[in-house]
């Protein structure tokens, strides 16, 4: 069951899970998120949320079309 969060690593490198994440072996992957790939949706319009959903409908389509199966 992948688990994606995205969470902000202070000084102490200490980060908190998701309650529902399982004890035992996990695998971690950290993978830093670039100021470009942090979308703020504070201030946009419908419009802009519109269009931003769109574009990320649109890319990954054959993905979701195949999960759809």
């Given at each position: 069951?992948?688990i994606?969060?995205?969470?902000?690593i202070?000084?102490?490198?200490?980060?908190?899970?998701?309650?529902?994440?399982?004890?035992?072996?996990?695998?971690?992957?950290?993978?830093?998120?670039?100021?470009?790939?942090?979308?703020e949706?504070?201030?946009?319009?419908?419009?802009?949320?519109?269009?931003?959903g769109?574009?990320?409908?649109?890319?990954?389509?054959?993905?979701?079309?195949?999960?759809?199966?």
């Amino acid at each position: 069951m992948p688990i994606t969060q995205t969470v902000e690593i202070t000084a102490d490198r200490r980060i908190t899970v998701p309650s529902d994440v399982p004890t035992g072996k996990t695998i971690i992957s950290f993978t830093p998120v670039a100021e470009k790939d942090i979308i703020e949706f504070a201030d946009a319009s419908n419009e802009e949320v519109m269009a931003i959903g769109e574009e990320i409908l649109n890319k990954h389509i054959s993905a979701f079309k195949a999960l759809a199966q």
